[in-house]
């Protein structure tokens, strides 16, 4: 890369036209400044006023999003070709230094404000009031920690974290190694597994309420699956998201459903790419399929299923939605930690305690993502 | 001995290759049984929703759709009224398009302001290069949940220091630029280091040929880096747009759950809560849903588990 760059200067250098002579280039640059500066005004302009049509609560819905759409998409695009023709217009010395912030300026102008600053004020909101106008020190943390709710919450979420990844990879990696070996099919088989992948939460939870949908006796026939079979097996029906604590589990399935296809699909790719000279050779030796399986494949993606089960990991601990749209987490008791804080902050308008715990999630993930940061570049320092 | 060793060797091998093989036979049969039950299990959730979201109420509401294996041609019939209902009762007509009008240009937006910023990282030469990429990847660890409110305030009231405006009150909740940017914010870390891995090992040698033959960087970016990119991008395009498309929390939180805003997840999750036990019409907007993810899914598997694989796997 460095090389590349100090060939730059030189590329730059033969590129550069002859300086101007006569009055026709002085027009020719006058035009060029007028146009510099003219394009990308008229077209904030036109984005501005078609920003003023999308609020437009009475226009015509098809076009409402089409215009939204285009403006949106043709936006990003023009913001970045206006920003290089102003950029052509600076002195040639200057543009060549000026032009890289102009690639990287709107990337690190949103990261600032959409990432960067919310820490910050996260952080110092969690200090103050429900209101978030006076401190009060540390009490909002006491809260979380002491609050049955909260403790609840942080307990199922360690029950989250610890089996969404086990049961995800576990299936995720016996899947891929079975489906490896068909001589057919493996593809449908593999996208069956990762339809769910596709799906949203929403979705997803609709899919499994009806799975475990129960009505009491005298409220009509029950038309979940589970307690299909309960009735076919002769026992009563159960309403399945009301047994604590085994209802957390429940929800947990759902997850596992969702994520094993992200897990088996990532490890399909690891597997296949143990050289087969290798597992040949082993079986030549006489190993079982059994013994391949533990000493060689799972030995030689051991740094895959580490990457794929941090990843499970801090899904598990951000998971929201399935709790949400499966309803009532505080009678329950399947409350956690994320799905606590968006109650917090928006059903029981607290904004003090809503952050506290949002710093508390985010401390919880900053280990985990730190050991796969580090991980990344050892890996790219190999590479 | 050492000509006569490689003889011996050849005999053995032949039925050891042979007794491989046959295990291999008995081995399949199980491979293929055990590869059917996690399948069959896998499917049965929406095999189950896909099934009651075509049969008529009364039906739906006195046996269970898998009555319908063993009585196919039920005396009701099959039915698509489901579908009208669900699009028309339950708003997920007007829902379906706020979710394209959210979705694609919170993909596109992010893909391109990534593209750029990675192109600049990989190939152009400027102060504070690298930090400013460790800085960028170490934004990955930032959960979104945490960043949800202090952007709704700037949103609602902007932000200041003193009399300084630092951010002006854009009133921006409610507002499709106010989601896409928030879904650009949150897509972009992980975008750019995907692109920064990819656009950087392109070989530099087009990049120099380029140069010489007097083309600049927004050039060469545009007409050389993005088409030879297009897999890494279609990748984090499928991913960003399934994510964006399939997502509750920040569309609610930006846009709201008003009837004319929601997207369909809000429209989804509304629906669960107040006609929980309509399941004819809850089975069908289910599948309304999970429509357009599913074609793009199939259409584009490829390029998804590619990006996948090289997001997760690295070589």
Same mark, same amino acid.
């Given at each position: ?344 902050f928006f059903i029981s308008n607290h904004d003090g305690r809503g952050a506290a715990i949002a710093v508390i999630l985010f401390l919880a993930v900053i280990p985990v993502m730190v050991v796969n940061i580090r991980r990344f570049r050892e890996e790219e320092a190999i590479r | 001995m050492s000509v006569a060793e490689p003889l011996p060797a ?92 959210? #979705?694609?240009? $919170?993909?596109?937006? &992010?893909? +391109? %302001?990534?593209?750029?910023?990675? /192109?600049?990282? !990989? ?10 990429f460790v800085a960028v990847v170490g934004l990955l660890v930032v959960p979104l949940q945490m960043a949800l409110i202090p952007i709704l305030r700037l949103y609602n009231s902007g932000a200041s220091i003193g009399r300084l405006i630092v951010f002006p009150d854009l009133d921006l909740v409610g507002e499709f630029l106010g989601v896409w940017? #928030?879904?650009? $914010?949150?897509?972009? &870390?992980? +975008? %750019?280091?995907?692109?920064?891995? /990819?656009?950087? !090992? ?114």
């Amino acid at each position: 890369v460095r090389t590349s760059n100090d060939d730059v200067g030189g590329a730059v250098g033969v590129v550069q036209e002859p300086p101007p002579t006569g009055p026709q280039t002085v027009v020719v640059s006058i035009l060029r400044v007028v146009g510099a500066i003219a394009i990308p005004i008229v077209g904030f302009v036109i984005l501005w006023l078609s920003y003023d049509f999308l609020r437009d609560a009475d226009a015509n819905r098809f076009l409402r999003v089409g215009v939204a759409i285009v403006v949106g998409v043709g936006g990003v695009f023009f913001l970045y070709w206006g920003m290089n023709r102003v950029i052509d217009f600076l002195p040639a010395r200057y543009r060549e230094s000026v032009r890289p912030y102009i690639f990287v300026g709107p990337a690190l102008v949103i990261l600032a404000v959409f990432l960067i600053y919310p820490v910050i004020n996260t952080i110092l909101v969690s200090l103050k009031d429900s209101l978030g106008q006076e401190y009060i020190g540390l009490d909002n943390y006491r809260f979380v920690f002491t609050n049955e709710g909260m403790l609840r919450s942080i307990r199922n979420t360690f029950g989250w974290i610890v089996i969404v990844p086990l049961l995800g990879v576990s299936i995720g990696l016996a899947f891929a190694t079975l489906a490896d070996r068909l001589r057919r099919g493996e593809a449908v088989a593999k996208s069956m597994i990762f339809l769910p992948m596709a799906i949203s939460f929403a979705g997803a939870s609709i899919t499994w309420r009806l799975i475990f949908s129960f009505r009491p006796q005298g409220f009509g026939t029950n038309i979940g699956l589970l307690n299909g079979i309960m009735l076919g097996l002769g026992q009563d029906p159960v309403s399945w998201l009301d047994v604590k604590p085994w209802n957390n589990l429940f929800l947990i399935v759902i997850m596992v459903w969702m994520q094993t296809g992200f897990a088996m699909v990532v490890l399909s790719a690891a597997i296949k790419a143990i050289p087969d000279e290798i597992l040949e050779a082993a079986r030549i030796d006489g190993a079982s399929e059994l013994q391949v399986f533990r000493r060689i494949i799972v030995p030689s993606i051991l740094p895959t299923i580490a990457v794929v089960t941090t990843y499970m990991v801090i899904n598990a601990m951000k998971v929201f939605d399935i709790v949400f749209v499966m309803g009532s987490p505080e009678t329950r008791g399947t409350e956690v930690i994320a799905e606590r804080m968006i109650d917090w902050f928006f059903i029981s308008n607290h904004d003090g305690r809503g952050a506290a715990i949002a710093v508390i999630l985010f401390l919880a993930v900053i280990p985990v993502m730190v050991v796969n940061i580090r991980r990344f570049r050892e890996e790219e320092a190999i590479r | 001995m050492s000509v006569a060793e490689p003889l011996p060797a050849e005999p053995t091998a032949v039925p050891t290759r042979r007794r491989a093989a046959g295990e291999d036979r008995q081995g399949s049969r199980f491979v293929r049984i055990a590869v059917l039950v996690i399948v069959i299990l896998w499917i049965i959730p929406t095999l189950g929703v896909l099934i009651t979201s075509f049969r008529p109420k009364a039906l739906v509401d006195s046996t269970g759709w898998w009555t319908v294996f063993t009585d196919p041609f039920q005396a009701a019939g099959w039915t698509l009224e489901n579908y009208g209902l669900a699009l028309d009762q339950g708003g997920l007509g007007n829902a379906f398009l706020n979710s394209l009008a959210v #979705a694609i240009p $919170a993909t596109v937006i &992010p893909i +391109a %302001i990534a593209a750029f910023a990675a /192109y600049a990282f !990989s190939w152009m030469d400027f102060r504070g290069r690298y930090v400013m990429f460790v800085a960028v990847v170490g934004l990955l660890v930032v959960p979104l949940q945490m960043a949800l409110i202090p952007i709704l305030r700037l949103y609602n009231s902007g932000a200041s220091i003193g009399r300084l405006i630092v951010f002006p009150d854009l009133d921006l909740v409610g507002e499709f630029l106010g989601v896409w940017l #928030a879904h650009t $914010a949150f897509g972009l &870390p992980l +975008a %750019i280091y995907l692109l920064r891995n /990819y656009i950087g !090992s392109l070989p530099s040698s087009i990049i120099e040929s380029a140069k010489i033959d007097g083309a600049d960087h927004f050039t060469i970016f545009w007409r050389l880096i993005i088409p030879l990119s297009v897999p890494a991008l279609a990748a984090f395009a499928i991913f960003q747009f399934l994510w964006v498309w399939n997502d509750l929390l920040v569309a609610y939180v930006f846009l709201g759950g008003t009837q004319q805003n929601r997207v369909l997840t809000i429209a989804l999750a509304n629906l669960v809560g107040s006609r929980g036990v309509d399941w004819h019409l809850l089975t069908a907007a289910a599948f309304i849903s999970m429509g357009l993810p599913l074609i793009v899914f199939f259409a584009l598997q490829k390029y998804f588990v590619r990006g996948l694989t090289a997001g997760a796997v690295k070589g």
